[in-house]
């Protein structure tokens, strides 16, 4: 069993950047980032898989940075030039690593979930 936490988010303007981390209780080797905004589906945003393999979301491309510090079993997604429509909970995932593979912006491919972290970014 492995526990995430998340830290980080809050408010900011659009055009800003906000930062959420995400610390795990044990080893993990694909974890996620996923988002979910108010009255739609949680989908991915961006994911790190075995051998450091990475995959993001078109929308977040070219803005948003995710990186894993394996000896600290931290994930931690940088978001630069913010929009309105990136508000939503954050939230950190991570696959049981025996099956891990990845990366995956799948929800489904996850089996454990942090509680979020709320990013609102206003116009």
């Known amino acids: 069993q492995v526990q995430l936490v998340e830290s980080g988010g809050g408010s900011v303007q659009a055009g800003g950047s906000l930062s959420v981390s995400c610390e795990a209780s044990g080893y993990t080797i694909c974890m996620g980032w996923f988002r979910q905004a108010p009255g739609k589906e949680r989908e991915g945003v961006a994911a790190?898989?075995?051998?450091?393999?990475?995959l993001y979301a078109d929308s977040v491309k070219g803005r948003f940075t995710i990186s894993k510090n394996n000896a600290k079993n931290t994930l931690h997604l940088q978001m630069n030039s913010l929009k309105p429509e990136d508000t939503a909970i954050y939230y950190c995932?991570?696959?049981?690593?025996?099956?891990?593979?990845?990366?995956?912006?799948?929800?489904?491919?996850?089996?454990?979930w942090g509680q979020g972290t709320q990013v609102t970014v206003s116009s």
């Open positions: 790190i898989g075995r051998g450091g393999r990475l």
């Open positions: 995932a991570a696959v049981w690593a025996k099956y891990c593979g990845g990366p995956y912006l799948s929800k489904h491919a996850y089996d454990y």
